[in-house]
């Protein structure tokens, strides 16, 4: 077949979340690798449902969201593999927690004031507690917990009080967690 009969002919309805969403501001960094340049000819919305229920509705519609709302509705939606040079993966929980589905997946991440988790014991016994139940709680609502590896790391952060970043103001996308948990810190 010749290149021209392969492409639809008609348009692409798209969906995204809206551009004050930590999800537009990772999405567009991961897939055009600048944040805040994404196209704007999409109807953005800051509630999932909306996004998953236009994308259903409509089989010439794209849209991105969350993989809690994939699960939920992917009795009615596709979804696409990504391909980072590594072949084609499509999103499953073991993708993503295996740091296999990038760059569309992400962390999600509680950051901590190290005086108040050193000198009040409340917010220091608070963040042991979430990162205990935070696997239990993750799955509950659909999102994927971190390996167990992580957790482990988390402890051994809050309680020798790491602090800093290590992002560096740069997003990590090809690293595992645990790999970028490891490294060192920056300010």
């Known amino acids: 077949m010749e290149p021209s009969t392969c492409r639809p002919n008609r348009p692409l309805k798209l969906f995204g979340a809206g551009n004050k969403s930590g999800t537009f501001d990772y999405f567009t960094e991961a897939?055009?690798?600048?944040t805040r340049a994404s196209r704007t000819d999409y109807t953005a919305s800051e509630d999932d449902e909306v996004i998953a229920n236009g994308v259903s509705k409509d089989p010439n519609a794209l849209g991105y969201f969350g993989y809690a709302y994939y699960e939920e509705h992917k009795g009615k939606l596709k979804?696409?593999?990504?391909?980072?040079?590594?072949?084609?993966?499509?999103?499953?929980?073991?993708a993503v927690e295996k740091?296999?589905?990038?760059?569309?997946?992400?962390?999600?991440f509680?950051?901590?004031?190290?005086?108040?988790?050193?000198?009040?014991?409340?917010?220091?016994?608070?963040v042991n507690f979430y990162v205990d139940k935070a696997p239990k709680v993750a799955?509950?609502?659909?999102?994927v917990p971190l390996p167990t590896e992580v957790y482990r790391i988390d402890h051994v952060h809050l309680?020798?009080?790491?602090?800093?970043t290590v992002f560096g103001g740069e997003a990590q996308l090809n690293l595992t967690l645990a790999e970028v948990l490891r490294k060192q810190k920056q300010f």
Request: no cysteine.
């Open 99 to 108: 740091a296999q589905y990038q760059p569309l997946s992400r962390p999600l």
């Open 31 to 34: 897939t055009v690798g600048k």
């Open 79 to 94: 979804a696409l593999p990504v391909d980072n040079g590594k072949g084609a993966v499509l999103p499953t929980r073991e």
């Open 110 to 126: 509680i950051y901590v004031n190290p005086w108040s988790a050193k000198n009040k014991e409340a917010v220091y016994k608070f």
């Open 139 to 143: 799955s509950s609502v659909g999102y």
């Open 159 to 164: 309680n020798n009080g790491k602090v800093g």
